[in-house]
């Protein structure tokens, strides 16, 4: 299966009125970025530690609205903060709101300043990993039993690298793959989700591989792209939200999906 290379941008939602965030996200769509993410915390994840910072899934409600293009989710969405069939039907609703839109972007949490001060049990790396294999399959019953029923099988987007469990879960039910690390971490775990994805019934190809990019395209670009990688996305973080640092990778996109036909 031959992809498009498609372009993201993370409008990471701290460090910034709300005004600047939704001014942001209007200008990425206008550019022409394929797809609009924000994160899941409840405060920033560097900078000023007790800095503006606003809740990730009323603000994709409201992107939901504002945008008319681009697709919209979490990189990613903490499983731990919502129960699974809540998680469902809230984005089955933002689904609809967006006209189809939605990517659910989920993982198993990590930042346990959230789960101190929200009051969530931060457990255990491995007692998270369950919750979340426990959470997937939940989240697909309730979807097939809403009316209305999504307004397409949403996305599932699974952020994380850990070999024997993130990575089989990512194989059974996600369709991208977001991973960390340098080129050769990507490589490496690339090829182990291709092994998860034999050993679970489904053609490696099915999933897509994206990965957060920074830099110059020309030589960061084409090693992931040919990796395998075909999903980049740029984090920006607020107050200003430089959008500048899309326009060479947006460029690299189209030379690239032009040579491909």
Known sequence: MTRPVRIGVQIQPQHAEYAEIRRAVAAAEEA?????FNWDHFFPLYGERDGEHFECWTMLGAWAEATSRVEIGALVTCNSYRNPELLADMARTVDHISGGRLILGIGAGWFERDYDEYGYDFGTAGSRLADLEQALPR????????????????????????????LRYTARHADIWHGFGDLGTVVRKSAILDEWCRTEGRDPSEVERSVGVEGDPGTKGQPLLDAGVTLFTIGLGGPSYDLARLTDWLAWRDE??????
Do not use: H, M, Q
């Open 32 to 36: 022409g970025v394929d797809v609009v």
């Open 139 to 166: 989240i697909e019953k309730r979807w097939s039993a809403l009316n209305p029923a999504p307004l397409r099988d949403i996305p599932v987007l699974i952020g994380g690298g850990g070999e024997k469990k993130t």
């Open 256 to 261: 690239v999906n032009a040579a491909r036909g």
